[in-house]
Structures are given as C-alpha cells and as structure tokens.
C-alpha cells in the first residue's frame, strides 16, 4: 500500500487535466480520482471519474483527507473549498515542479502554481488562488484568496491583486499596483494604475470598462 495520503480532485475538465498532472509530477499523494457535477464514469487524462461532490462525505468515512478543487471559476472554487474545510477535509496545493518559489513567499491552500510560474521574495498568496503556466510574482506581491493569475501574466514588484480578482493570459502590471477584490482584466492588458474593486478593465494602458 502506497505511504502517499490519497487524494481526490474536485472537477474533470480543462483546469482539472492540468492539475492531474502537476499532482501526479509533485508525486506526493496517491491520486485516487475526480469528483465532477458531471458524474458519469470515464476517465480524464487517464484518471477516473469516480462521482460527484455527493460522494466526498463518503470518501471522507473512507480516509481521504485530501482534496484539489480544481474548478476554474474562482468563486465556485472558493465556494467549494471553504465548505470541504469545513467538513474536515485538508485543501492540498498542486505545485509544479518546475515552479520558482522564493523561500519567503507565504503560500496558502488549496492552490493550483503551474509550471514555470514564478513567485519571488516575501510575496503572500492567499488560499485556493491559481498562478498559471509561466506567470510571476514579483518581490512582495499580494495574491488575495480565489484569485486567478493567468498564463504569461507578469506582476511587478509591490503588486496587490484582491481576493477573487481575474488577471487574463498575458496582462502585465507596474510596480506597486493595487487590483481590487473581485476585479477582471482582460488579456493582455497593461495595468499602470490602480483598478477598483468589482472592476472590469483592459487595453493598454489599462481602461475601466465597467
Ligand atoms: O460544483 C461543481 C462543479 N461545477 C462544475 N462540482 C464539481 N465537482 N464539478 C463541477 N463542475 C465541473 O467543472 C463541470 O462538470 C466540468 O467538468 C468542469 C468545468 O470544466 P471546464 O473545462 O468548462 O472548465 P474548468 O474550470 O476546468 O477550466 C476553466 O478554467 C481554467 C483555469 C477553463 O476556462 C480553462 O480553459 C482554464 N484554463
């Protein structure tokens, strides 16, 4: 029997398939399966469908402790983890081994760092957040809980970016900005002053658009 703590992840599409293989590379836990609200059973990425959230209770009484909710809506995902915590259930990250992780950056749970993403000195993410491929993380960054940093985003140093917040593929942001809480960029965009909470904002420079 494998000494690795078995593992389920919650979700079965495009998000989940990225993170199957960052869990299966890290080689820390025993993968067991996918919970999905699409419980039909079929494999993804060569891993089985084994229900849907229905079942975790179950699986709980069976000794999983560890989860990875790995749904891309950053809501649905806080939503989610926060009640399999509350339930006694440990929120796992999934970090690729080919992550940069400065070792004064604070990392909380549940979250998804893909690979060549980069986090440097004393940054802070919250729980439950995604640093997708090749994104960074410069000196001192903020990453607020359930926020999703896309692929090629490049933050500067002194960067907040709130609970919740968007950052699409490729969007670049100047030293020492803050990215309100809930707050959508769009791809591409280069962020050079302050975007409000709830925004939504593109372009380059950056406009609020909404
Ligand atoms: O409440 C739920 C739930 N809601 C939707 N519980 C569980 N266990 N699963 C849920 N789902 C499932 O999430 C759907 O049935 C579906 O299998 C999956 C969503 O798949 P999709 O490929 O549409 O999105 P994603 O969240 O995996 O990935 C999105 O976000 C990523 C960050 C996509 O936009 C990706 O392209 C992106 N890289």
Not at 90 to 110: D, Y
Request: hydrophobic share 45%; glycine share 14%.
């Amino acid at each position: 029997m494998s000494e690795r703590p078995p593992l389920v992840i919650v979700g079965a599409g495009g998000h989940a398939k990225v993170v199957i293989e960052l869990v299966q590379a890290e080689a820390r836990y025993e993968l067991v399966g996918l919970v999905d609200a699409d419980p039909t059973p079929r494999r993804v990425v060569g891993v089985p469908v084994i229900g849907s959230d229905a079942d975790l209770p179950r699986l709980h009484e069976t000794g999983i402790r560890h989860v990875h909710v790995a749904l891309g809506n950053n809501a649905r995902r806080v939503a989610i983890g926060r009640e399999l915590e509350a339930a006694g259930f440990t929120l796992a990250n999934a970090i690729s081994p080919t992550a940069v992780l400065s070792p004064t950056a604070r990392l909380g749970r549940g979250l998804a760092i893909m690979a060549g993403a980069v986090i440097n000195a004393d940054s802070r993410v919250g729980d439950l957040c995604i640093i997708n491929t090749r994104a960074s993380v410069d000196h001192d960054g903020i990453i607020g809980d359930g926020a999703h940093v896309a692929p090629g985003c490049a933050l500067a140093g002194n960067v907040t970016v709130g609970h919740l917040a968007f950052l699409g593929v490729g969007t670049s942001v100047i030293p020492g900005v803050t990215i309100g809480d809930g707050a959508t960029v769009g791809a591409g965009a280069c962020v050079v002053r302050d975007i409000p909470p709830g925004a939504v904002a593109r372009g380059v420079p950056a406009r609020i658009v909404r």
